[in-house]
């Protein structure tokens, strides 16, 4: 029988996916925390744990976005040259940072990155009346997607805080567009970070999780983000997505700083 804990894991971790879904942000911000404090689970296998779930969430998510004609594959084409080397060595990194020093290190770089996204997300804001900012750069563009891609394998949080970012800033599109190709760009760079971390460290703790929920809880991330990113591109205002994005990102910074204060 399940535990009413496991339960609860999985319902808040959907209830993730849904709040993340029209933002462009696979969730890994918070499934990593999620899986690490409250399924207690070691922090590296939280970490492949995270990114199981960010692919559900971006493939679920950018399918919806696709539909409604909100993925621009010309920066996703720019984006993948950098972020797919990008991620094999993040996560290698990260394996090494672990094994070698300790999973601190880790968690200071994720509250640098968080900071960084929220204070670029608050900037915007204040020229949030032009609905695109500027053309594609395409140099600049696969520097900062790069770093993404590194940071999804480095941090299991799928890199979508910093595709948003650069989809804003240098990739020329509308906060719409730029969350839809955010997901887009995950969807193939989330599967090489998780085949790297499961080559070069296994399942972990993974394994011993009920094969139920294991397929199980994939399945439903996968629909809720459908779910999520079609009624979002259809019925929530832009102000609504950009809120929602510096919400779920602030509660991420807090936990991390508020757990390395303690350590």
């Known amino acids: 029988m399940v535990a009413l804990e496991t339960l609860g894991v999985i319902a808040i971790l959907l209830m993730v996916v849904v709040l993340f879904s029209p933002v462009g ?21 939280s970490i492949l744990g995270s990114l ?12 919806a976005h696709r539909a409604e004609n909100l993925v621009e594959m010309k920066c996703v084409k720019l984006a993948v040259v950098t972020a797919l080397p990008a991620a094999v060595f993040g996560a290698l990194t990260s394996i090494w940072i672990i ?20 204070y670029q997300t608050i900037r915007r804001m204040r020229n949030e009346s032009e609905s ?44 719409r567009q730029a969350a839809g190709t955010s997901f887009a760009i995950a969807s193939m760079v989330v599967p090489v970070a998780i085949a790297t971390h499961s080559i070069a460290r296994g399942f972990g703790e993974l394994a011993d999780v009920d094969t139920i929920l294991l397929i199980l809880t994939p399945i ?14 259809k019925y929530l205002p832009t102000t609504a997505i950009t809120w929602v994005f510096i919400s779920m990102v602030s509660i991420s910074l807090i936990r991390y700083l508020t757990d390395l204060i303690s350590a």
């Not at 969730?27 to 925390?33: D, E, Q």
């Not at 394998?153 to 948003?164: D, E, Q, R, S």
């Not at 983000?225 to 079609?230: L, P, R, S, T, V």
């Open 25 to 45: 942000l696979g969730g890994g911000l918070l499934y990593v925390p999620i899986l690490h404090y409250l399924g207690g689970l070691p922090f590296d296998t």
């Open 132 to 175: 695109i900012e500027g053309g594609l750069q395409p140099t600049t563009y696969r520097i900062g997607t790069g770093i993404g891609g590194f940071a999804c394998g480095m941090l299991g949080i799928g890199g979508g805080a910093i595709y948003v970012t650069m989809n804003r800033g240098w990739g020329g599109l509308g906060i």
């Open 220 to 233: 439903l991330a996968l629909c809720f983000a459908y779910f999520g990113g079609k009624y979002s591109v």
């Open 52 to 63: 199981v779930m960010v692919l559900c969430t971006a493939w679920g998510s950018a399918n």
């Open 99 to 118: 094994e070698q020093v300790s999973d601190v290190t880790v968690k200071v770089i994720a509250l640098c990155l968080t900071s960084w996204v929220l």
